[in-house]
Structure formats: C-alpha cells, structure tokens
C-alpha cells in the first residue's frame, strides 16, 4: 500500500511541528518565569531558582509576553511632593496674606508679597532650562495664586474705596491678560494660558454688574465674552486653550441667547423687540464664524444655533405687536425663509446645520397646533354619553366638549398646519431641484424624503379637520365637512396607492380611516345624522376594499388595508342595524335578529372570498361581533335568547360547510344548538336532566357509530365515550338525590343494557362507563337495606364474616390475582 503523503515528506511535517512546539514551549516558559518573579517576593539571594526545564538556546521572546522592562522613573512620587508642596506654600501664603497682615507695615506687607511673587514668577523659567518641568508647573501655580492675592491686597490697601464689582472686573481683566503673556512667554507651562482663558470669562459680566446694567446689558457682556472665547477657540495655543475656550463660548453664548430670547419673546411692541433682536443676531453672528472653522458636529451645532437666533430675531420683530396666537406660523415662515441662506457658499456642516434649524423650528410650530388637531379627532368620544340627545348649541365646538372663549386662541393654528403641509410638499415635489440649488442641506435620504411625502398629506389633513370648530360651524354643517373630508381621503388614498405612490397613501388612508372614527362618533349625537353618516361609511369602506384588489408591489400591506376597510363596513353595518333596532322596538332584545342579518352577511362574504387569507378570516372575525351583540341583548328573555343562539348556531352550521371552517364552526354549531336548547327547556320550567341531555347524547352516539363505521379502528371511548357520559353522569347525580325509584330503576336498566352491549361487542366505554354506573346506582339502591340487615345482626357477625372473607382471599390469594390479571388484560384489549 502506498503512502499519502511519502514517508519522506511526512518525516520533515513532523520535524516542523516538533520544532514548532519547542519553540512555543520556551515562549511558554520564559514568561512562567517572569510571573514567578513577579509573585514571589525579593530575597537576599541574587541568584535565581533555576528553572524546572532547560530552555532551548534562541532570541530571548518578544511581544505581548516579554517580560517588561524595570521601572527607573519616579514621576508619580514627584508629582505627589510637588503638589503636597504646592498646597502647603498656598496655605501658607492665604494665611500671611489674611492672618498675619496687621503684624507688618504697608511698605513691608507690600516688599514680602511683591519680591515672594516676583520670584515665583522668574522660578519656573529657570527649572524649565535644567529640565525640572513638573517642579516648574508647581511653582507657576503658586505664583498665579499669589497674583491673586496680589490684587486682593492692593484693594485693600492702595483701592479700598473701589466698588467691589469694578475692582473685581478690572483685576479679572488685567490678571487674564498677565497669566495669557506669562504663558505665551513659557510656553512649555500647561496651566497659564487656560486659566487665563477662565479668567477672561469674568471681566465684562462684572463690568455689567459693576455698572447696574439691565438685563440686555448682562447680555450683551455674555455675548461680547462669548465672541472672545469664539477666537480663542479658533485661533488659541493648544488644545487645553481651544476646549476651554471652546466651553466657555457655548456657556456664555447660550446664557446671552436665553437672556435675548427671553425679552424678545416679552416684547410688546417694535422698538421694545428691536434691541433683543439685534442680540440674537449677534449670537446668530458668533455662532456662524465659529462654525465657519469648526470641525464636524461642532459646525453643525453652530450652524444649528445661528439659524435658531436668525429666526427668533425676525420673529420676534414681526410679532411684537401681533396677536400671540398667530405668533406660530410667523415663525414657521421665518423658518422656511432660512432654507434661503442655505444656498449661500457655506462649508457643508454649517449649511446642514441651517437646515436642521430650519426643519426644527418647523416641527416646534407644528407641535404647537397639534393638540387642537388631536381634540378635533378625539373630541366627539364624548357623544358616546349622550347618544341621540340632540344637536349640540354650540355646534361644532360643543360637539367636541369644549366651549366658551377657549377657541379664542386656536385661530392660527389651521393656518399653521395647513401652511407647514405646503411646504414639506413643496420640498418634496421639487426635491431634486432643491438638492441641486441648496446643497447639503437638502441632501437626507430616501427614507428623510419619504417621511416629508408622507408627512406633507398628513398635516394638510389635520389642518383641514380642524376647521370646523375654529370656524364655529353649526352642527350639520361640521357633520356635512367631515364627511366630504373623510370620503375625499379615502379616494385620494385609493388612487394614491393603486398609482403606487406608497406614502402619501398611506398616511391618507390612515388619516381617512382615523377620520371615519371621529365623523361616526360625531353623528351619534342626533338620529337623523348617524343614519346617512354610517350609510356612507359603510359604502365608502366597502368602496376602499373592493378597489385596493388590484394589482399593486405591497401585496400584503394591501391585503391588510383591505382586511381594515373591510371590517370598518362591518362595524358600520352593525351600528345601522342597531339603530334600526333602536328606531323600530322599544325593547332592545327584539332588535337581536337585525344585528344577525349582519352576520349572515358576513358568513356569506366570508364563502366568496375564501381565496383571500388575510381578508375572509378579518370579515368573519367582525361579524362574529354582532353576534355576540345580539346575545348579550336577548339575554333579559330566555325563550328570544334560546331563538338567537339557534339562529347563531344556523350560521355557524353554515359556516361549517366549508371544508376548511368545518372543525371549529362544527363545534361552535353544537354548542350552540345545545345551549339554544337548555335555554328553551330552562324558560319552559322543565328541571329533568334527561331532557338536557338526552338530546346531546343521541347526535353524539349517532355520529360515534358513523366514526366507527368509517374508521373501524377508531378507539370507543372517541366515538361513544362523550355522549354516555354526558346523560348517565347527571342522571346518576340526580338518582342518588331522588329519593323515589323510578328513576333509578330506568338508569340501572339503561346501565345494564350498555355494560352487555359493552362485552357483547368488545367495547371497553361501554363496559366501563355501563358498569360503573350500574354499580354505584345499584349502591344506591341496596345502601339502606344493607343498612336495616347490619343494624339486625348481632355485633359480633360483621367482624367475624370480615375475617372469613379475609381468609378466604388470603387462601385463594394466588388464584384472585391471576384473574385480575386475566380480566384486565381481556379489558385493554377491548377497542
């Protein structure tokens, strides 16, 4: 037989693989070596253990499992004592400088602090030069302390009459600007130049306070500080200046902005909102050169905070001496009149920036009109309490719950949303043109351009439906709208998505649906409205399920819309039957049979559209709901509601014609059938449990013996088991509470007759359930002259026939358990 591989070269694999593994074994052990060292402690032996294995000869190991060089450095102990120092020569100095000052004259006093400052000053530049950098910062942050006692002395000593605030922001400015030159001058110190920079935060807002400035003053001193920190963020020394900077402008310039907004938003007249204005784009002004230079999300966050200040500059101007309430969609148009700047030639984050600020201010406006949007929708739940009492008197308004002068302000917001519906789509229909003329701005993906499709038709909607209470529509004339609006949504949704325009439709077919729910709650209030209201629903559903059948990409989305619109006609239908009910009969009970027509309509759709899957089982579903309905309303009359549960249980025998509805509407059927009939015999005053059960025992016996006709092999307790349970179980019950003879001499017969037929045939229900209660019913029987024969007999017989017995099954033990084996295997193998 031939080797695979040759011998040879097998040979040199294996000679690769055993030098392979030395080698890992080395690496292995020199870094088990290294651990050791590492655990065990130092010992006065320098020489080492040796080692377990002899390592192979070879370059010592590299990479992650060398053994890492020795520490020589001492930085961490250094910083520590330098530090430890530090604090110890501030201490030192508060404490001359607060404590100890009286003890010295004024010339002394200032000799000590002058020569002590100026030599830690002139310190760190000569550390710097032999290399000791950590002892320098150490002693550079003594002598910045020490300038801050500096000025506090001269306060108090040279400037004691001085304001606080002033000297405070005279002090700022001029120990900002030495610490900045001090740092500049040693460059290599990292502390000088951001505290300088934090310094700087200081000197205008004191100035202000200094002052008495009013609110535009702080403003404008927050806004003037955030510029410089803006530059230095720009254009600073290091990276610790330009965060610090870069910290300090977005704290100042979002504390002057609020300061700007805040008045603006208060300003009741031109001139008032003139000077905030010229604050917030001041702001919109810093924001937009910061971001100039900035880098990512920073220049998008600018160009963000510019386009907001923009916007509420103008606005405010615009709506100083106008209604509060039509406030919003000024805004909005300021807004939409920012996407304008986007096509100046700006880098592409602040311009997605200035979009974003665009698109905000937007969504803020549509937010503020949507609560009149949602009360217009869900305001008619309300005629849910007081259905048929009449036209509301406020009209449409009172049909929402909510009158008087609250509908004051709500003016502008159907202008708002109808507004913001044009312009997304606008953007939308001309959004290739947009893309080319704005830039990045207008450059979000297929799914940003297909919720402004979807979003546009949605507003326009919710604009639309609240038009009839901000209008003060009587009340047929707000039922008249909403039905020409729902009906024309329905139809726009149709078409939109039968031409495949998918999110427009939908979102139209939602808001029609929605639309349905609210106009049908709206007609509730007087009968003369919610027949011709629910008549059109049902139509214009039925309408929506019948046209979405075409051929269309969302094959399934559609089955869904249609399986909705659908059931909607169904609850349409349900709800006119109802009132027809509620029109025709006083009592409530006789209108059952109207609601079941419904269902009988159903059960028929349900037959022609069995090749729908999605679409049969919902119609089905909402029929069964009538149904339901009709029960519950005949349940005060027993002899109707036996009448409906049979006319129920005609439709589901309907139902179960159909092959692949037949197992759970057959047993639905029966059930039915049953119950109608118990309901009957209840409402007849008949108490006999035959008569309840009988009838189910003969159709169940009755269909055991086709099931056995059929499928020989089939067990007796599936075909027979429930229906001899069903009769014999409560007549049992009902013989040992009877206390004449009759009825247990007929169920001992029918018991007997059973348990033959049981062995005759072979067939184990019979047998058992038979026998069972024969014997208990024969229990019963002979239970109280066994009790007259024990009470005659002497006490000493029953122990003593007891232990006979006992003796006699003890002696024949053997015997007895080979014929209980014997009959319970004749038992099992009965079917």
């Known amino acids: 037989m031939e080797h695979v591989p040759p011998p040879a070269e097998e040979l040199a694999l294996l000679d690769r693989e055993l030098a392979r593994l030395d080698a890992r074994r080395s690496h292995l052990l020199v870094r088990r070596a290294w651990l050791l060292s590492v655990l065990t402690p130092p010992t006065a032996s320098p020489v080492p253990p040796a080692a377990p294995y002899a390592a192979p000869l070879g370059p010592s190991p590299q990479g992650p499992f060398a053994a890492p060089a020795a520490r020589t450095g001492t930085g961490g102990a250094q910083n520590v004592l330098l530090t430890l120092g530090g604090l110890l020569l501030a201490v ?396 024309g949504a329905l139809a726009v949704a149709v078409g939109c998505l039968r031409r495949g325009t998918e999110p427009a439709g939908w979102t139209v077919l939602v808001c029609g649906l929605a639309g349905a729910v609210s106009l049908g709650l709206l007609s509730l209030a007087e009968e003369s409205a919610t027949y011709p209201v629910f008549a059109l629903l049902l139509v214009a559903l039925a309408a929506v399920a019948v046209l979405l059948d075409g051929p269309a990409k969302a094959v399934h989305a559609l089955r869904v819309a249609q399986a909705v619109s659908a059931c909607g006609a169904v609850v349409c239908a349900t709800v006119l039957a109802r009132a027809a009910g509620a029109s025709l009969e006083p009592a409530d009970y006789r209108a059952a049979p109207l609601l079941l027509a419904v269902t009988a309509v159903t059960v028929l759709l349900g037959a022609r559209l069995r090749d729908r899957p999605v679409v049969a089982p919902a119609v089905e579903l909402a029929g069964a709901v009538p149904a339901v309905l009709a029960v519950l309303m005949a349940v005060p009359d027993r002899p109707f509601l036996a009448l409906v549960l049979a006319l129920c249980g005609v439709l589901a025998a309907g139902t179960a014609v159909r092959a692949e509805r037949r197992p759970a509407a057959g047993y639905l059927a029966v059930a039915l059938f049953v119950l109608a009939a118990w309901v009957r015999l209840t409402a007849s005053g008949v108490t006999t449990p035959e008569a309840y059960t009988l009838p189910v025992t003969v159709p169940a016996l009755a269909v055991g013996v086709l099931r056995r006709r059929r499928d020989p092999s089939a067990s007796s307790w599936t075909a027979y088991g429930a229906g001899l349970a069903t009769t014999l179980v409560p007549s049992l019950v009902a013989a040992w509470l009877d206390p004449d003879w009759p009825r247990p001499l007929l169920l001992g017969a029918a018991a007997l007759v059973i348990t033959l037929a049981g062995a005759r045939l072979r067939l184990q229900a019979l047998l058992l359930i038979g026998g069972t209660v024969l014997a208990l019913d024969a229990v019963h029987e002979l239970a109280p002259y066994v009790v007259q024969v024990v009470g005659a007999l002497p006490r000493w017989l029953p122990p003593a026939l007891a232990g006979v017995l006992l003796l006699v099954v003890g002696a024949t033990y053997e015997q007895r358990l080979r014929d209980a084996r014997r009959l319970k295997k004749s038992v099992v193998r009965m079917r």
């Open 92 to 487: 030192a100095a508060i404490a001359f400088t607060l404590v100890s000052w009286g003890h010295m004259g004024i010339a002394g006093r200032s000799a000590v602090l002058g020569v002590v400052t100026l030599a830690a000053l002139a310190g760190p530049a000569a550390l710097l030069r032999r290399g000791l950098s950590a002892t320098a910062e150490s002693l550079g942050a003594l002598a910045c302390l020490l300038m801050v006692l500096d000025a506090y002395a001269l306060h108090r000593v040279a400037m004691p009459q001085a304001g606080a605030a002033g000297f405070a922001a005279a002090s700022s400015a001029v120990l900002a600007a030495a610490w900045g030159g001090y740092g500049l001058w040693l460059g290599r110190l990292r502390l000088p130049l951001p505290l300088a920079v934090v310094t700087a935060q200081l000197p205008l807002v004191l100035w202000a306070w200094s002052a008495g400035a009013g609110a535009s003053g702080f403003g404008w001193a927050l806004l003037g500080t955030a510029a410089l920190d803006c530059a230095l963020a720009v254009r600073g020394r290091g990276t610790p200046v330009r965060v610090t900077a870069c910290a300090g402008a977005w704290t100042t310039g979002l504390l002057g902005l609020l300061v700007a907004l805040t008045q603006s938003l208060a300003a009741r007249s031109v001139p008032d909102a003139v000077e905030p204005a010229a604050l917030l784009l001041a702001g919109a002004a810093i924001a937009l050169t910061g971001a100039w230079r900035a880098p990512g999300a920073l220049a998008v966050a600018g160009g963000v905070s510019a386009g907001l200040c923009a916007v509420a500059a103008v606005g405010g101007v615009l709506c100083a001496e106008m209604d509060r309430g039509w406030s919003v969609p000024v805004y909005l148009l300021c807004g939409a009149a920012l996407l304008g700047a986007v096509r100046a030639p700006l880098p592409r984050p602040v311009g997605r920036g200035l979009g974003w600020a665009a698109s905000g201010v937007g969504a803020a406006a549509v937010l503020a009109a949507a609560p009149l949007a949602v009360l217009s929708l869900l305001g008619p739940v309300s005629q849910l309490a007081r259905v048929w009492s009449g036209a509301p008197e406020d009209g449409a308004r009172g049909a929402l719950g909510v009158t008087g002068s609250a509908w004051s302000a709500t003016a502008a917001a159907p202008v708002t949303l109808l507004t913001a519906a044009a312009l997304l789509g606008a953007a939308y229909r001309w959004r290739d043109r947009l893309v080319r003329m704005a830039g990045p701005a207008f450059r979000p993906g297929p799914a940003g351009w297909g919720a402004a499709g979807a979003a546009a038709p949605a507003l326009c909607w919710a604009g639309l439906v609240t038009l009839p209470a901000v209008l003060g529509f009587s009340y047929p004339a707000a039922v008249a709208a909403q039905s020409v609006l729902v009906a």
